[in-house]
Every structure is written in structure tokens, then in C-alpha cells.
């Protein structure tokens, strides 16, 4: 638009530069597992919808809700379920919650613990703290990497661009146009590391964080739902402590959780 030529921008060599200096640097500083996961994050990105939506909220407050009742009324009932909940046939009507791997074994290691030693709340709750805080650290050491990489990028621009240079210092003597050529495939290469910096890898970083966090307040619901049924809340209680935590832009009204329960109760029956 402002009368350039896109071709000056193809600049292979300078893309080479920046990314491979960029992928030499992350192999060197992160090991294979933190590898795997910034690959997955990043497909993530990708193929993951946005957020958690308010349908999936309710069927984890409808399993939540199945759970707990079963275990008000018969703690041994509900080992079976908890021990292989991939054969439950209770999580088998959750099939969202169920493939959530994160999820499924925070719900059901807690309820482990809860029929089979007495805690006081405040001590499962430091228990479901630190589980939570271990899963967070590990998964944002994914997003943290990339935007190191990310502020690194400018640098590794100006790396190429100064190679570019001292290459154009070669052909003074070839004229104007080859001079000024290669003078602007070297800036080619400050250009695209800041580009690539705060164009793409920042954002990419940011939604990273951004999924992360969705995922982090998913099991906070299952986390005050567990608390409330450690101080001994009925199921709809601990339902509605749940709920309550459920971010106001996806929670679901106490109209429709209340209804799906009661159903959920006559078709059980």
C-alpha cells in the first residue's frame, strides 16, 4: 500500500538466521518433556475452542452433584468409580469432564483420600493447593519459554542484519543498486525479529497463559465443591458453593442447575 515491493521481504537467509539461532537456543536451554508440552500448548492454540463454555460448567457440576450424593449415602459405593472411572458409569455420562485427563484425576485422587482417611477441610485443601500449584508451575514453564524466545527475537534480527552488513561492506565496488539490494535484505532481518517478537510470539505466549487459566478455574470448581463436602454440605450445597465460583461471564443460573439436578435425581430413580 505504501508503494513497496512484498519480494524484498523474502528473505530466506534471514529467516534461516533468526530461526534456527531460535531453535538452537530452545533445544539447548529446555529439555525434551518442556519440548513436548510447548508443542502441544502451542497446537493447542491451534485446535482448542475459547474457554470453557456454560454447558460444560453444568456437566461438571451434574457429575460433581452424582458423585457426592452417592458418597453422603455410601462412602464404599463410590471407591469402585473413583478407582476406574474410565468404566464408571456414572463419568460415562459426562463425556467432556471425562476426557479432561487433569480434571478426571484431581476429582477422583481427592476422593480417594476422603473415604479412605479422615481429613479436616483445611488440611485437604492445603492437599488439592498443592496439586494445583504443581500442575500450574509445570504448565506455565511452557509459556514462559516461548516468551523468552519471543524477547530474544529482536536480538537475533539484529544479528542477521549486522551479517547482512558486513556482507554489503564486500560489494561497495558493484554500484548503487546491489549496495542498496543488500543493505535492505540486512534490515529485512531487524524488521522480522521484531515481528516475529511482538507480532507472533507474544500473543502466542499470551494465549497460552489465557487456556491455562481457563483450565485453572475449572478445577477450582471441583476444588470448592470437595471443600464444601470435607464440611459435610449435602450434594446441592456443595453444587452450589461450586457454581458460585464459576466465572460470571460462563455460570450457569441457579434456575438451570437446580432443574438439571432434580431431573437428574427422577431419571436415577
Known sequence: MEGGHLAVLLQPIELLIIGGAAGGSLLISSPVSLIKDIVSQVLGVVTKKEGVSTAEYIELLLLLFSLLKLAKANPLAIEAHVEKPDGSDIFAKYPTVLKNHHAIHFIC???????????????????????????????????STVTRIGDAMPGLGIVAAVLGVVITMGKLTQGKEVIGHSVAAALVGTFLGILASYGFMQPLAAKMESIIADDGKYLQVVKIALIAF???CSAKVCVEFARRSIPPSVRPSFEEV??????????SG
Open 109 to 143: 485422587d481427592t476422593l480417594k483420600v476422603q473415604i479412605s482417611s479422615s481429613l479436616s477441610p483445611y488440611d485437604l485443601e492445603d492437599l488439592m493447593d498443592a496439586d494445583l500449584n504443581s500442575t500450574h508451575e509445570q504448565e506455565h514453564l511452557a509459556p
Open 230 to 232: 470435607a464440611k459435610n
Open 258 to 267: 437446580d432443574q438439571a439436578t432434580s431431573n437428574l435425581g427422577k431419571s
